[in-house]
């Protein structure tokens, strides 16, 4: 069981004026959101989860240059893209996760795809959809080959990768700052028409909170309060040394080895 989420402070940062991207990581269940979402937030590789755990968790990260408070909503989907409204008008960007070792997952991603290119096409909207294929270390179970990925990235106008939750950190945290970038470049693009990218003027609590923005079209609405969630605050030796964050703020249910 587990659940994740933490906050880091960059003193120099104005508050106010921290943008704010918003990113829902969709996939059928195993395919390794949660694993994800965890190495992005804390370096490490949990292997033990709560898979019934939804949560929306967040960290300012510095990216080209200039700070940007990430959410990610680690999202918790039993049959497929379903009730999608949740998220559909609260993420700023979305990364549909499958695992490179199971072509079921393959598959059921291409779900969220089609979902997300109908939502995108029935508002005009571009929000940016990145395809990842994780478990790349399982190689010698490999039954989705790259080329497959790339294909179906394309074809649905989004950019691929292949991960691994439990190899290195940087790749990791490489996929989710692209997200940013592609949000950022999406939202230079049309600014006018229902920016992706937000800048917080209320930082509020991490989860449950809505917020106030300068854009015109809010694009941060009230978010999905997670019923099982608890703040708690530790600290991370890890995390102080290698990023600026002296302090990570832990959901309560992540297991964490
Ligand atoms: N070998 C390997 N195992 C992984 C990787 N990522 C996740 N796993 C394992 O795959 C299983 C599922 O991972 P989760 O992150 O819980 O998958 P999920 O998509 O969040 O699944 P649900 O919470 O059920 O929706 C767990 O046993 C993880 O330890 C990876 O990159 N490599």
Redesign the pocket.
């Known amino acids: 069981m587990f659940g994740k989420g933490k906050t880091c402070h960059f003193a120099a940062v104005p508050e106010r004026y921290l943008a704010e991207c918003n990113l829902v990581v969709l996939?059928v269940?195993?395919?390794?959101?949660?694993?994800?979402t965890v190495k992005f937030l804390t370096k490490r590789f949990?292997?033990e989860?709560d898979?019934n755990l939804e949560d929306i968790y967040s960290s300012e990260e510095m990216i080209d240059h200039q700070p940007v408070m990430v959410k990610v909503m680690?999202t918790?989907d039993q049959d497929g893209p379903v009730n999608c409204e949740r998220y559909l008008s609260w993420a700023s960007g979305f990364m549909v996760?499958y695992s490179i070792d199971n072509m079921q997952s393959f598959k059921g991603c291409q779900r969220y795809l089609e979902a997300l290119a109908l939502h995108r096409k029935a508002l005009h909207l571009d929000v940016p959809v990145l395809l990842l294929g994780?478990?790349v270390?399982?190689e010698r179970h490999r039954q989705v080959s790259k080329s497959e990925g790339a294909s179906l990235a394309a074809r649905f106008g989004g950019q691929f990768y292949e991960v691994?939750?439990?190899l290195d950190f940087l790749s990791v945290q490489r996929v989710f700052h692209d997200a940013v970038r592609e949000v950022r470049r999406e939202a230079d693009r049309s600014p006018l028409s229902s920016p992706p990218l937000c800048r917080g003027e209320d930082r509020g609590p991490l989860v449950g909170i809505s917020s106030a923005h300068t854009f015109t079209t809010p694009c941060f609405k009230e978010l999905p309060a997670p019923a099982t969630a608890k703040l708690i605050t530790v600290k991370s030796s890890r995390a102080q040394s290698k990023r600026r964050a002296p302090t990570l703020t832990l959901l309560k249910g992540f297991k964490i080895f």
């Open positions: 996939g269940m195993g395919s390794g959101k949660s694993a994800l949990i292997s989860y898979p680690d918790a996760v994780n478990k270390d399982m691994s939750a439990c």
